[in-house]
């Protein structure tokens, strides 16, 4: 056997493994419909937020009829399910590739006579196993065939898949958080409803929008805490506010707790409240309501800092009689404003000179030629931001 002989019986043992590998994966897929079908109604079921509204006693019922449907579908896919054959891999190759008269299979044939001592036998199988060799060459890889309508004939998967979907859409900016909920159905009386939207809104000089902090639809209060994954952390500009609303719960005024300082909320009707803290300290903030803590966070504060504002050159007349000012300025959130101030020693009036530069930017460089011929004399000159 030569070195291509080789190389074909490598690839072919090769391609005999991918074709019992894909078919292993056809039969998964054929026989999984009753098992498919049921996760994926329970995940869009939850999705869409039904465990939420449903009664105690309706979630138990559906939750005991999900576990029934569960483990018939697993009966079912043993019953369905059973692994291919090599002998299944090889006829599927050879009907995939077009080949005739099996060269695949009869690869390893060995006739029984084959030890005979009959020269022309062995001389005629030789003839056949080389027209089988020539037709190994062209044997071909093929793709698993994963259709929605595979062992469906009603199409089940093509419902539960639109019905996932739709209970995404329905589940709102959250809808994996309906997990939480989905096996624990409110068996301990009245279910206590909580409401809230915080929100830090960063002072006008930083240009920036208002952040959100923590946003709650239709949860329970109990739940909050060990719902949250650790404390999350927040990096406000300093002079932010903190701006909050909370709906339900019961009629306790709810409080913001940051080291010994509290900041009650305002009662704005019934159960639902506001609270607007005009400057956010740093530390660790906490959100109680009726001796409960509902959720904390870490508030790391920056600081303000003062622009940077230098000239680059010493102001310059032009030969036209014009002051040339060259200016730099910097500023963490943006510069919104620069003027130059020119003054005499001994007159109060100061004369004010806006400076072009492009607005919003941390750092500008201003270039101008100003005409100060009407309030020629000596003069100082500062540049202010």
């Not at 639109?162 to 989905?182: D, I, N, Q």
């Not at 301990?188 to 002072?203: C, H, Q, V, Y």
């Not at 506001?274 to 906490?286: L, P, S």
Request: aromatic fraction near 10%.
């Amino acid at each position: 056997m030569d070195e291509r002989d080789t190389d074909l019986v490598t690839n072919l043992k090769l391609q005999r493994k991918v074709a019992v590998f894909f078919i292993l994966a056809e039969r998964i897929w054929e026989s999984s419909t009753a098992l498919f079908c049921t996760v994926l109604l329970f995940v869009a079921c939850t999705l869409s937020g039904l465990w939420e509204v449903l009664d105690p006693v309706l979630h138990l019922m559906a939750l005991a009829g999900f576990l029934v449907a569960l483990l018939f579908s697993v009966r079912h896919f043993r019953d369905q399910f059973h692994f291919p054959e090599q002998a299944e891999a090889d006829a599927r190759l050879e009907r995939e590739s077009n080949l005739s008269h099996r060269p695949v299979r009869s690869m390893a044939a060995v006739p029984k006579w084959l030890h005979d001592d009959n020269a022309r036998s062995r001389y005629f199988w030789k003839l056949h196993q080389d027209q089988h060799h020539k037709k190994l060459g062209h044997v071909k890889y093929f793709l698993p065939k994963f259709g929605l309508s595979s062992s469906d004939k009603y199409s089940l998967r093509s419902l539960v898949i639109l019905l996932l979907l739709s209970g995404y859409v329905v589940g709102g900016t959250a809808p994996f958080s309906h997990f939480r909920t989905a096996f624990k159905p409110h068996l301990g009386g009245e279910e206590i409803s909580l409401a809230m939207d915080i929100w830090a809104a960063p002072p006008e000089y930083t240009g920036r929008a208002p952040q959100l902090i923590h946003q709650l639809t239709g949860e329970e209060s109990r739940d909050l805490q060990a719902a949250e994954q650790g404390i999350k952390k927040f990096t406000l500009p300093e002079g932010a506010k903190l701006i909050g609303r909370v709906s339900g719960g019961g009629k306790d005024i709810p409080a913001f707790f940051v080291g010994d300082e509290q900041f009650p909320f305002e009662v704005i009707e019934g159960e639902n409240f506001q609270i607007e803290v005009n400057e956010i300290g740093a530390g660790r903030w906490t959100l109680e309501k009726g001796g409960d803590t509902l959720i904390s966070w870490d508030f790391e504060i920056i600081p303000d800092l003062p622009p940077i504002i230098k000239m680059l050159t010493l102001p310059a007349v032009t030969d036209r009689s014009a002051l040339n000012i060259i200016a730099l300025a910097e500023d963490d959130y943006g510069i919104l404003d620069l003027k130059a101030q020119i003054s005499k020693p001994d007159q109060p009036e100061i004369l004010e000179i806006p400076l072009p530069f492009p607005s919003g930017s941390p750092v500008v460089e201003s270039k101008s030629y100003h005409d100060l011929t009407a309030h020629a004399g000596r003069a100082s000159l500062q540049i202010c931001g």
